[in-house]
């Protein structure tokens, strides 16, 4: 059986309202979805080859491009990209945002990524109204702000359930995170190792 590539892929976490209730975007994927069917997640997905010729607006911060290497400006553009995609709010560039996970989707699975996750405050990124939608694609419904403590009890992803504890615990901070989890799944056994 021959395994499916991975692809390069940038989640965006948009967190508002952290100084009081922190609340989180997520969006369901459809039922027919080929990867992660009916599941809630975080607007993101694969990195296109354009992404690598786009220059992201803003002060790219230098512990997370250390952590990220050469790939990081298309990282950050793919992230940039698929949140106004699939969610229709533009980010109004990269200062603020943190590279706080990693995951590699485990072998068997008809879709692999290699996916980085942002975290930002939309407070601070978007300059728009954060509960409009409407320029949003269809590949994400049910879009919402949910407040983090009520995330749990939505149909995620195992590896989301692991980013939301991440999350909780960055939340209240501006601060890139000390070192970063990642979820190396590229062969068939799990390994978890930190990107310091």
Same mark, same amino acid.
């Given at each position: ?62 512990i ?48 692999? $990524?290699?996916?980085?996750?942002? /975290?930002?405050?939309?407070? @601070? *990124?978007?300059? #728009? &109204?954060?509960?409009?939608? =409407? ?22 992803? $195992?590896?989301?359930?692991v980013? /939301?504890?991440?999350?909780? @615990? *960055?939340?209240? #901070? &501006?601060?890139?995170?000390? =070192? ?8 068939g ?8």
């Amino acid at each position: 059986m021959i395994d499916t590539p991975i692809r390069d892929a940038a989640s965006v976490v948009l967190v508002r309202d952290a100084a009081t209730v922190p609340k989180i975007l997520m969006g369901q994927r459809g039922k027919t979805a080929a990867f992660m069917p009916n599941k809630y997640v975080f607007p993101g997905g694969a990195v296109d080859p354009e992404d690598a010729q786009t220059q992201v607006v803003g002060k790219k911060s230098e512990i997370c491009q250390n952590r990220l290497g050469p790939f990081g400006p298309a990282l950050l553009a793919a992230a940039l990209r698929e949140t106004w995609e699939e969610t229709g709010l533009a980010l109004n560039g990269c200062d603020g945002l943190h590279y706080f996970f990693r995951a590699i989707t485990p072998p068997g699975r008809p879709r692999r $990524f290699d996916a980085r996750f942002f /975290l930002g405050n939309a407070d @601070a *990124l978007i300059d #728009t &109204d954060l509960d409009d939608f =409407s320029k949003a694609s269809d590949e994400l419904s049910h879009l919402h702000w949910v407040p983090l403590p009520d995330a749990r009890a939505l149909n995620l992803p $195992f590896i989301t359930e692991v980013v /939301l504890a991440e999350v909780e @615990a *960055l939340s209240k #901070t &501006d601060a890139p995170p000390a =070192s970063v989890p990642f979820f190396d799944n590229s062969t068939g056994v799990s390994r978890f190792l930190r990107i310091s």
